[in-house]
């Protein structure tokens, strides 16, 4: 039986949380192409490399360590596969400017992915940073 291109893409990105979510940053960069590009919210234009989906993940797991990432939802298209990601975790290091507060923090996201061949090669994400950053600031800020 002939795995379709969808089913393919979906096993790729089944893997890459998994390996996320057990916290090897290293496995999942492994998954991603030589070529790949980040599209971030506020940023003007993409960033391009694997080092800069490394730099933004061990941040997180840095500022989160107990970070806890459900996948609420996947599908895919062909080389495209979106996710609705649930985010848990304890504000423990310094996050954009903001020293551990040991607060709980709980945040969705939405992320599209291009897959190309076996490697994950675009990511847009869409994380819900205002509600991230209202649960990690002081109140009245």
């Known amino acids: 039986m ?3 291109t969808t089913e393919k893409s979906l096993a790729l ?7 996320l979510q057990s916290g090897d940053v290293d496995a ?3 998954l991603l192409a030589d070529t790949f590009i980040a599209n971030l919210p506020g940023m003007p234009d993409p ?17 989160f360590p107990d970070l806890r990432i459900d996948v609420e939802d996947m599908f895919g298209v062909h080389d495209k596969v979106a996710v ?8 423990q290091g310094m996050f ?4 551990a507060t040991h607060r709980p923090v709980s945040f969705r996201s939405i992320e599209l992915y ?9 990511e847009w994400v869409a994380p819900d940073m205002t509600s991230l950053t209202q649960q990690i600031l002081p109140p009245g800020s």
């Open 47 to 63: 960033l391009y490399g694997r080092e800069v989906w490394k730099q933004g993940t061990q941040a997180m797991f840095e500022a």
């Open 2 to 4: 002939n795995t379709t």
């Open 13 to 19: 990105m089944r893997t890459a949380y998994q390996r």
């Open 28 to 30: 999942c960069e492994a």
């Open 84 to 91: 609705r990601v649930h985010f848990r975790g304890t504000h």
């Open 114 to 122: 291009r897959i190309e061949g076996d490697k994950i090669a675009e």
């Open 96 to 99: 954009q400017g903001v020293a």
